[in-house]
């Protein structure tokens, strides 16, 4: 068995201790009823304090990776061992120091209301505010709420260079578009008296997003495998609705969409994080992840992904599905990025394109190529999946609005979509490669950077030593934006990486943005 880990980084001694042993144990590199070195040896041998070994075993233990038997020693666990473990709620909200804490209302302080002054009147007996800590519900308090803050402080700034928000340049959808579209969607006969929609949505808007996914995504599909959603965040919280007890294990990405953190932490799941590469999700370790976890569901942006950029090859996709089949665990493909395509060469074909049997629900949306203010996605899927899905959804919004569904119907009808995609992807293929030419320029020279070949981002490693934090401290002033990284990660440790938009800036602030953001990085390591 062998061990490193790095002083120099700063994720805790322990934190290392316990990602190293688990990945060779779900790899098979340490086999079960493996003798591990007791907790005294394992510190003499790494040399650290034996409380770092003690929390790591401690860990593992929870998750049923490993067990101490008094005067045998500590060994790895063998994988039918692991439905007889009760694990903690998440990786994530047992390790990482920004989650939630456990609120007492023993601790909490009432504030005092005063009510204003008036010469005549009699002082009002004290008003104590509501007990809040206590009032909130388990299913709230599951958030880690410095997330949301994160994103927020980051992407509420006037006047700056943005290069933290998800969304699109609200300059960049042409004016006319939108109001052509309306107009033609509004004076139709077919908007006349028009009922409310379906839950599922209008079928001719789900003919139409069927034969979209055909053309455009080599998704093969009926109009009866479509919903029509307000948004693919509601598909996924749907998903989390109808599959998720508290408890089941999913598998995500390390680094990841972090609502799509939220909303599994909202149901109480564990959350893994299956480590990456730059070509995605490492697929070969996957086999290990699912004997050792059986997870009920794996969820995953395999094209364009978020924070990352990166791509899955054609290859791990089929690894990824045949695995997922062989442990009959369920995957939510999320596609936001997909047709925002930079290269020359098409994308990989989807994982729902790839597979029929219904292991994979896929998600995708308007809001990345279009505009946010549609709210409008749509899920496919098995019909079973489709049907409890709209069943769910009754107690949530019924349908998506019919205005909108209108528009999308005239966006898809004769390839309006079509050429306003184009276009676009023209536009933020420029801005990706002033980005990169800029970072070329200005970057110290141990950063390291992706080249995406589509969606919205860079996904920037930082020189050693520089944390993504003290970072955006430092470029706040300066009027620049971005979002760090540890944000997106499943154990809330990454400080070496920032996520940065290319999309959303004007293309006039692209250099002056990064020969900023770079400046400060600059500084800190003459520092």
Known sequence: MQVSLDRRSDVPLYRQLVNELREQIVAGRLAAGYRLPSEREMAELL???????????????DEGLIASYVGKGTFVQRRADEHAITAPTTVSAMTSPHALPALNPQTFSPQTHVPPTHASSTPSPLTLSPPWPVLFSDYSNRFTYHDIAS?????????????????????????DLLRDVSLHAFSSHDFDGQPESPIEGFPELCTLLADHMREDRMIHCSPRNVMVLSGSEQGLDLCVRAFVNPGDCVLVESSTFFPA????????????????????????????FCARFHPKLIYTIPTFHNPTGSTMPAQRRRELIETA????????????????????????????????????????TFSKTVTPGLRTGWLIADTHVVARLAALRRM?????SSSSQRICIELLRGGRIHRHIEEITGTYRLRRDAMCDALQRYAPPTAQWNVPEGGYYVWLSLPEGQRSQALLEATRPLGVTFMPGGVFDVDGTDTRHI?????????????????????????????
């Open 261 to 288: 953190l939220q909303a599994f932490r909202s149901a109480d799941a564990r959350i893994i994080g299956v480590p990456t590469d730059e070509s995605g999700m490492r697929t070969e370790l996957l086999e290990g």
């Open 47 to 61: 040399a650290v304090n034996r409380t770092t070994v003690l929390q790591a075993y401690s860990e593992l233990k």
């Open 396 to 400: 949530v919004d019924q349908h998506t």
């Open 499 to 527: 996520r940065l938009n290319f999309v959303r800036p004007h293309m006039d602030q692209i250099d002056d943005g990064i020969r900023l953001l770079c400046s400060a990085m600059n500084s800190s390591e003459r520092a």
């Open 325 to 364: 089949m062989k442990y009959q665990c369920l995957v939510i493909e999320d596609d936001p990025y997909g047709e925002l395509h930079y290269g020359t060469s098409a994308p990989p074909t989807p994982l729902k394109g790839m597979e029929n049997a219904g292991y994979v629900i896929y998600l995708s």
């Open 151 to 175: 994103a927020d402080r980051a992407q509420s700034m006037d006047g700056v260079i943005d290069f933290a928000t998800g969304s699109p340049n609200p300059h960049d959808i042409p004016d």
